[in-house]
């Protein structure tokens, strides 16, 4: 193998290992967050619908939905739970509705 190739095999290497660890990184930072930070993905998500910003109160709702904490008290248990459904509920008018301002 010439030498050009070698190099361009290391820098290829170098690039998918770069890809790889970044993604896995940029996950597992999305799996960190706070109760606090998911507690205020919903209350922007019900005040975005509220304000008839239905694609911004989709896109805070489902990540309220798709990002829930490791760690919830378990005093909040039945709180939380209403919560996740009222944030379904809302989700889906949010969806029904901006599909209905975008003539679909």
């Known amino acids: 193998m010439n030498k050009n190739k070698k190099v361009f095999i290391i820098r290829c290497l170098g690039l998918l290992s770069f890809l790889v660890f970044g993604y896995t990184n940029s996950l597992s930072a999305q799996k960190n967050l706070s109760v606090q930070e998911w507690q205020s993905l919903y209350k922007h998500g019900i005040e975005q619908y509220k304000h008839?910003?239905?694609?911004?109160?989709?896109?805070?709702?489902?990540?309220?939905?798709?990002?829930?904490?490791?760690?919830?008290?378990?005093?909040?248990?039945?709180?939380?739970?209403?919560?996740?459904?009222?944030?379904?509920?809302?989700?889906?008018?949010s969806n029904l509705k901006r599909g209905a301002s975008n003539g679909t």
């Open 52 to 93: 008839k910003h239905y694609d911004l109160a989709a896109d805070a709702l489902e990540e309220y939905l798709n990002r829930r904490p490791q760690t919830l008290e378990k005093h909040s248990v039945a709180s939380n739970n209403l919560k996740i459904e009222e944030a379904r509920y809302y989700l889906i008018l």
